[in-house]
């Protein structure tokens, strides 16, 4: 197994391929998505079992994503400095906040692109989510299965 993700400039757009493996596979993510679940109540339990498709999932984001947002922000920022990415988008928005009469753009892209890399995290969380709740037997041994696997052939790319 490589790297972990994979950075690529195309067509304007800048790719972190197997990004959402990589946050986990830090332990930092993981261990948030751990400590979340051991922090638990019943209640919280409960609500999640009765709740609906996507109960965990809400949860774990309400529980984690301030503390995914902090850990993420650097390496995001890393990855972005990189590939020079953040200083075009300020020379353009310098440029663009010096044309008289205009107002002034701000806008963070490290922070929008933090918040897209959740947003897909999430997407992920509540696909597994979905394929547990439809198939509690099947998505739980092969999540089981996947995880150790993790552990003796590192994380996927």
């Not at 529980?63 to 020079?84: G, K, R, S, W």
């Not at 988008?89 to 692109?113: G, H, K, Q, S, T």
């Amino acid at each position: 197994h490589g790297h972990f993700f994979e950075t690529k400039y195309t067509g304007g757009v800048l790719q972190l391929q197997g990004f959402h493996w990589f946050v986990l596979s830090t332990g930092g993510a993981l261990q948030i998505f751990v400590d979340c679940i051991f922090g638990m109540g019943l209640d919280d339990g409960k609500a999640i079992l009765q709740g609906g498709d996507s109960a965990a999932t809400e949860y774990m984001r309400g529980n984690t994503l301030d503390q995914l947002t902090d850990m993420m922000t650097p390496i995001i920022t890393d990855a972005m400095e990189a590939f020079v990415v953040t200083r075009y988008w300020d020379d353009i928005i310098n440029m663009y906040n010096a044309i008289p009469l205009v107002p002034d753009i701000e806008f963070d892209l490290v922070r929008y692109v933090v918040q897209k890399a959740l947003e897909g995290l999430f997407t992920l969380v509540a696909d597994k989510e979905r394929d547990i709740r439809e198939n509690p037997q099947g998505a739980i041994h092969g999540l089981v299965q996947q995880v150790f696997s993790w552990g003796k052939d590192g994380c996927p790319e």
